[in-house]
C-alpha cells in the first residue's frame, strides 16, 4: 500500500525545531488536535500486527522543555521491530505536522508522565508548535549537513533517491543506515562505525537507531513511490544488537 504521495514534497520543508522560539504566538487548538489524532489512523505501519498509539499532552506532563506548547507521545507494544514500526510511523506524522505549518522536534531522551496508555509503553515523543511565519521552516535542504551519497550507498546511486533519503532526521543526527544497491536490490541496514554514537548514552544507541531506521525507511518508500519505481519489500527482524550492521530489509526493485 502507498504512502500518502503529498507527504514527499514536504521532506524539502521539515526541519527540527531544537529550540521554539521566534515564531510567532499562534496556537494549536482543539481541532487541530482532533485532526492530528485522526490524521494519525490514516497512517501506513511497517508492521500492521503491532498496536499503536499516540496521545497529545500539554508540555507540563513531560519533562521535554523545548518551548512547545504540547508534547505527541507515542506508545506501542512491544514487538520484534516496534521500534522501526514507531519511526515508520512517526515519520508520516512529522511531515503531516509540518504541512500544517506544526513545528516539530523528536524528541529521544524525555520522559513522559503516564509510563503506559492502554496496556501500550511510551516509546517517544515530539514537541510541536504552531509556526506562523513559513520561512522558519527549511529554505534549502540540501544545505544541511548530512552524510555524503559515498557514505550511506553502496553501488550505483538511483537518481532522486540516494540524494533524498540522506536527508531523514536521527538522533543525534548519526544517521545509522547503510544501502547495498546489487543487480535490482536495496539491501538496507542498521549501520555503525565503531566508536560514533554522537551524545547518546551506549545503551540507548540500539534503541534509537532502530527507530531511526524506521524515519529513513519511511522517506525511502515516499521516495521510490514518487519515482514511480515498482518494487516489494522483505523485511528482517532486528535482532537489537550493537553489532556494526544489521540487515533491516531488502527492496527489490521490479522491471
Request: aromatic content about 12%; proline content about 3%.
Amino acid at each position: 500500500m502507498n504512502l500518502n504521495n503529498e507527504l514527499y514534497n514536504v521532506i524539502f520543508k521539515r526541519k527540527s525545531f531544537h529550540l521554539f522560539r521566534n515564531i510567532g504566538n499562534d496556537i494549536i487548538f482543539e481541532n487541530d488536535i482532533e485532526n492530528i489524532k485522526e490524521a494519525f489512523k490514516t497512517f501506513i505501519p511497517l508492521y500492521p500486527n503491532i498496536k499503536t498509539a499516540i496521545k497529545i499532552v500539554p508540555t507540563n506532563e513531560t519533562t521535554c522543555r523545548r518551548g512547545q506548547q504540547f508534547c505527541i507521545l507515542l506508545y506501542s507494544e512491544k514487538k520484534n521491530n516496534y521500534l522501526q514500526n514507531i519511526g515508520y510511523l512517526g515519520e508520516q506524522l512529522d511531515l503531516y505536522l509540518v504541512s500544517k505549518n506544526i513545528g516539530t522536534l523528536w524528541y529521544g531522551m524525555g520522559k513522559a508522565n503516564e509510563a503506559s496508555l492502554d496496556g501500550l509503553d511510551f516509546v517517544i515523543m515530539f514537541a510541536i508548535k504552531k509556526v506562523i511565519d513559513e520561512n522558519k521552516f527549511r529554505k534549502d535542504m540540501f544545505k544541511s549537513k548530512r552524510k555524503s551519497i559515498d557514505e550511506i550507498w553502496i553501488g550505483k546511486p538511483l537518481d532522486g533517491i540516494a540524494d533524498i533519503i540522506r536527508f531523514a532526521p536521527s538522533a543525534c543526527n548519526t544517521q545509522p543506515w547503510l544501502v547495498e544497491h546489487i543487480d535490482n536490490t536495496l539491501n538496507v541496514y542498521r549501520y555503525k562505525k565503531k566508536g560514533k554514537r554522537g551524545i547518546m548514552p551506549f545503551t540507548k544507541v540500539s534503541f534509537y537507531n532502530q527507530i531511526d531506521i524506521g524515519i529513513f525507511l519511511c522517506f525511502l518508500d515516499l521516495c521510490l513511490q514518487h519515482r514511480g519505481i515498482k518494487y516489494d519489500v522483505k523485511l528482517y527482524t532486528d535482532n537489537d544488537s550493537n553489532e556494526d550492521k544489521i540487515l533491516n530489509a531488502i527492496y527489490n526493485i521490479l522491471l
